[in-house]
């Protein structure tokens, strides 16, 4: 398994700020991801973060919106940009340790909200 | 895509009865099939997984059951206890390595 540790846990932020949220890892991992989780929902994927080039976004999210940064392969950012209350929810990371293992392991969530 | 439902939405059981969750899948191809249990405040714990090519997995009070045929997989927990109490998730790896996630299941352990 892996140790995940997200900065902040939470916090509350004004509308049209931004929010930096931090992952690191306590070894190399091959995949790192980011979720999104907004009140008493499921996990929705926001990107992969590849380490040394762009992250791959899916389908509603884009760079502008949700920068991420991937500078090694045992940390991540992703930025919460120009935020409105729709932004509140829960922003996970989660890491695949490498592409032949399937599992995947999950930080303790940044709980974000935008007032 | 692949698709993923889960139910029920929330189960409550009396305390020491068993619980049964239950997720089916719309891709053949998906080959891994975790459960997430998580917890008020914290962030999704893998508690057990099954491979496609194995039929039924145990940890102790915890079993995964997968039907390929019919494309459903189920999670039983035994004996529940007062910290059982959690949402659970189920998921579906895809053909792109994706995980397909459920909708969740808040389950209840009535004392």
């Known amino acids: 398994s892996a140790v995940i540790s997200q900065k902040p846990s939470r916090d509350i932020c004004q509308r049209g700020t931004s929010l930096t949220i931090q992952c690191q890892v306590d070894s190399q991992v091959t995949m790192m991801f980011w979720y999104r989780q907004q009140p008493g929902q499921s996990l929705t994927l926001i990107a992969t973060a590849n380490q040394g080039s762009e992250a791959t976004y899916e389908s509603g999210f884009v760079i502008d919106k949700f920068p991420i940064s991937r500078p090694n392969l045992t940390f991540s950012t992703l930025t919460v940009s120009n935020m409105s209350p729709e932004d509140s929810s829960i922003y996970l990371c989660?890491?695949?340790?490498?592409?032949?293992?399937?599992?995947?392991?999950f930080g303790q969530g940044t709980r974000l909200t935008v007032v | 895509g692949e698709n993923v439902e889960q139910h029920p939405s929330t189960l409550s059981v009396q305390e020491g009865d068993s619980a049964v969750i239950k997720c089916t899948y719309s891709d053949s191809a998906s080959n891994y099939f975790p459960w997430y249990k998580q917890e008020l405040g914290k962030g999704p714990q893998l508690i057990i997984d099954?491979?496609?090519n194995v039929g039924e997995k145990k940890d102790q009070r915890i079993a995964v059951t997968l039907n390929k045929t019919a494309k459903h997989f189920s999670l039983h927990i035994t004996e529940t206890q007062p910290e059982d109490s959690a949402v659970y998730f189920c998921?579906?790896?895809?053909?792109?390595?994706?995980?397909?996630w459920g909708a969740g299941t808040k389950l209840i352990i009535k004392p």
């Open positions: 989660s890491v695949g340790i490498t592409t032949g293992v399937p599992e995947a392991f």
């Open positions: 998921a579906a790896r895809d053909s792109n390595y994706q995980l397909i």
């Open positions: 099954i491979r496609s």
